[in-house]
């Protein structure tokens, strides 16, 4: 996997127009995210997929989504079924611990069963930010909660339900988004929380979830920790926070270069990210002015970051469940849900 660029990126529709396909024939990049746009019949997202790894030349060429259920959902009935939000796993869980650990881990389990078979084998999931009082709803009910320790509980039984249904998670949004005031796709979020606070309360989790084998930033500031840099481009808080404190040591990837909680160009938002400590930048609108830049000036995956890359992909394997073991899972979340609504 040595031709890999450190990037991930998107596409603008259902099939790659011919600038696409020549872009990512040429860079290689090391990822693909599909969102709801990409989305159209089970068989043209296979042929998405599948397209993609023919280009950069990699079997195992991880394909992302945010595939968390409630809001974020990017592919919904009738290809899927419709899955409830963290938070309404995150009752049950206020119920009943054990049964709520459950139903997160079966409902990963039934998101990689879902996902592998359309070519898809990386869920943005779980999301493991802690919700504080006043905090900006973009995180909101996508939470499993609003204590460190009920998210960290939930958030391990997602992940670990996506690992033994063959799909790699994505612990984030590292070191935490809950207490942004402002939806970092439209400002940046400004956190002046005290550096205690923050390891108390918004890291734990991650240091629960260290281990897992890939994590995507917040393009959040604490100035307790860089009043300058939001922690994507902070090589204190890479350095020193999320690799140090937090003990993470998987592939770490930016959160979206598009979004407008990063300023400069796109050349700029890219090569700060790689200097600070990222392995991989993401983007994900499909623009491609915007895209090809950030193609120009990413590195080919290397030293650490490709040792982590491919520590994570060795983490792909098929999964064992036969199809009526997925339908008799299905059925069984399905009651459970029902029966703690």
Same mark, same amino acid.
């Given at each position: 996997?040595?031709?890999?660029?450190?990037?991930?990126?998107?596409?603008?529709?259902?099939?790659?127009?011919?600038? /696409?396909? =020549?872009?990512?024939?040429?860079?290689?990049?090391?990822?693909?995210? @599909?969102?709801? +746009?990409?989305?159209?019949?089970?068989?043209?997202?296979?042929?998405?997929?599948?397209?993609?790894?023919e280009? &950069?030349?990699?079997?195992?060429?991880? &394909?992302?989504?945010?595939?968390?259920?409630?809001?974020?959902?990017?592919?919904?009935?009738?290809?899927?079924?419709?899955?409830?939000?963290?938070?309404?796993? %995150?009752?049950i869980?206020?119920?009943?611990? #054990?049964?709520?650990?459950? !139903?997160?881990?079966?409902?990963?389990? @039934?998101?990689?069963a879902? @996902?592998?078979?359309?070519?898809?084998?990386?869920?943005?999931?779980?999301?493991?930010?802690?919700? &504080? /009082?006043g905090?900006?709803?973009?995180?909101?009910?996508? *939470?499993?909660?609003?204590?460190?320790?009920?998210? =960290?509980?939930m958030?391990?039984?997602?992940?670990?339900?996506?690992?033994?249904?063959g799909?790699?998670? !994505?612990?984030?949004?590292i070191? %935490?988004?809950? +207490?942004?005031?402002?939806?970092?796709?439209?400002?940046?979020? $400004?956190?002046?929380?005290?550096a =205690?606070?923050?390891? *108390?309360?918004?890291?734990?989790?991650?240091?629960?979830?260290?281990?897992?084998?890939?994590?995507?930033?917040?393009?959040?500031?604490?100035?307790?920790?860089d009043?300058?840099?939001?922690?994507t481009?902070?090589?204190?808080? $890479?350095?020193? $926070?999320?690799r140090?404190?937090?003990?993470?040591?998987?592939?770490?990837?930016?959160d979206?270069?598009?979004?407008? =909680? @990063?300023?400069?160009?796109?050349?700029?938002?890219?090569?700060?990210?790689?200097?600070?400590?990222?392995? !991989? &930048?993401?983007?994900?609108?499909?623009?491609?002015?915007?895209?090809?830049? !950030?193609? /120009?000036?990413?590195?080919?995956?290397? %030293?650490?970051?490709?040792d982590?890359? #491919?520590?994570?992909?060795?983490?792909?394997?098929?999964?064992?469940?036969?199809?009526?073991?997925?339908?008799?899972? +299905?059925?069984?979340?399905?009651?459970?849900?029902?029966?703690? *609504?």
């Open positions: 996997m040595t031709d890999a660029k450190a990037m991930i990126a998107g596409c603008a529709t259902i099939a790659f127009t011919p600038e /696409e396909i =020549a872009m990512f024939a040429e860079h290689k990049p090391w990822g693909l995210i @599909l969102f709801a +746009r990409n989305i159209g019949t089970a068989d043209e997202i296979r042929a998405l997929t599948a397209h993609f790894r280009l &950069v030349g990699r079997e195992n060429a991880p &394909v992302f989504i945010d595939q968390e259920g409630g809001r974020v959902q990017r592919i919904k009935a009738p290809i899927t079924q419709n899955y409830p939000s963290g938070a309404a796993l %995150g009752e869980y206020k119920k009943d611990k #054990n049964e709520g650990m459950r !139903v997160a881990r079966m409902m990963s389990k @039934l998101h990689a879902d @996902l592998l078979p359309l070519g898809i084998n990386a869920d943005c999931l779980p999301v493991l930010d802690v919700p &504080v /009082e905090s900006h709803d973009v995180i909101g009910n996508r *939470a499993y909660g609003h204590t460190p320790q009920a998210v =960290a509980d958030g391990l039984a997602a992940a670990e339900g996506l690992l033994e249904g799909v790699l998670p !994505v612990i984030k949004h070191p %935490g988004h809950g +207490r942004a005031l402002v939806d970092s796709h439209k400002d940046l979020p $400004i956190v002046d929380t005290s =205690a606070t923050l390891r *108390a309360h918004d890291f734990e989790p991650f240091k629960q979830l260290k281990d897992m084998p890939m994590a995507m930033t917040a393009h959040v500031i604490y100035t307790a920790l009043a300058k840099a939001p922690a481009t902070s090589k204190y808080v $890479i350095e020193t $926070i999320i140090g404190e937090i003990g993470f040591n998987g592939l770490l990837m930016t979206d270069l598009s979004m407008h =909680a @990063l300023s400069g160009d796109f050349c700029d938002r890219a090569q700060a990210s790689f200097a600070a400590g990222c392995d !991989v &930048v993401l983007h994900c609108n499909g623009a491609m002015h915007e895209m090809l830049p !950030v193609c /120009e000036v990413t590195p080919t995956l290397s %030293g650490r970051s490709l982590r890359a #491919n520590a994570a992909t060795n983490l792909l394997k098929a999964p064992q469940s036969a199809a009526q073991e997925t339908a008799a899972l +299905r059925e069984e979340f399905n009651a459970l849900v029902s029966a703690f *609504a």
